[in-house]
């Protein structure tokens, strides 16, 4: 993959792109707090073996669980940006995140982020993204009545049974949440937990998962089929 630097109203922003030789599906990564898309090498890898033009944004380490307002703005931004750059006018897109990556996609999706009574913030929607895939992802942004109203995008959400940062049960919710009108396809991995989707997770931490590997090659292979068929 190459790097490319795009520019937004806060400065430049790097950018790794595959960019398939032909016209393909266009599948936008959005990392999780770290930053860093290839960290996720096995994932992005198996979405280029696939035929897709791969787009994943860098972002600054965020240094808190808990996200300031002007930083997820600037995410959802600069996903959006990146898109602009590699999709052709009246096309469309999928979306695959991670932990905070993966609500920003819900909330590009149409969802409403709020932070807490009377702190929704304002995130545009993206109507390019067709369906998304979320691995991990931190729900409690959108418990607020009429949060999920607007999501209409089929969705794969995918945790591990040991994540004790987002565990399974905030994905159930988000299923339950949304029933009434769309199936979430929720997976729940036994002995996964949050950083097992990651080829290379943060320092200081530990892997409960033993077939770590086989794991990795196999929601990269379940995540690509959900996405481009």
């Not at 959005?30 to 198996?46: I, M, N």
């Not at 369906?131 to 992802?137: E, F, G, K, T, Y």
Request: proline letters at 8%; charged letters at 15%.
């Amino acid at each position: 993959m190459q790097t490319k630097t795009l520019q937004d109203e806060a400065g430049s922003f790097k950018v790794s792109v595959h960019e398939a030789p032909s016209v393909s599906p266009v599948v936008l990564f959005a990392v999780g707090a770290g930053g860093q898309p290839e960290r996720h090498a096995t994932l992005l890898d198996a979405l280029v073996e696939s035929g897709c033009t791969v787009v994943a944004p860098h972002f600054e380490r965020l240094a808190s669980l808990f996200p300031m307002e002007d930083e997820l703005i600037l995410r959802a931004r600069r996903l959006s940006l990146a898109l602009d750059a590699f999709v052709q006018p009246g096309s469309t897109a999928v979306g695959v995140g991670h932990s905070i990556g993966a609500t920003t996609l819900v909330a590009l999706a149409g969802a409403q982020m709020w932070l807490g009574p009377g702190r929704c913030i304002d995130i545009p929607p993206d109507s390019r993204l067709t369906r998304i895939a979320l691995l991990a992802p931190p729900t409690g942004f959108f418990q607020a009545p009429g949060a999920l109203d607007a999501v209409g995008t089929p969705i794969l959400a995918w945790v591990g049974s040991a994540d004790i940062i987002t565990p399974p049960a905030q994905t159930v919710w988000l299923a339950h949440a949304m029933s009434d009108w769309q199936t979430v396809d929720v997976r729940v991995t036994d002995g996964a937990g949050h950083f097992s989707f990651m080829d290379l997770p943060p320092p200081n931490t530990s892997e409960p998962l033993i077939t770590k590997q086989a794991f990795l090659q196999e929601h990269s292979s379940e995540v690509c089929k959900f996405l481009v068929g």
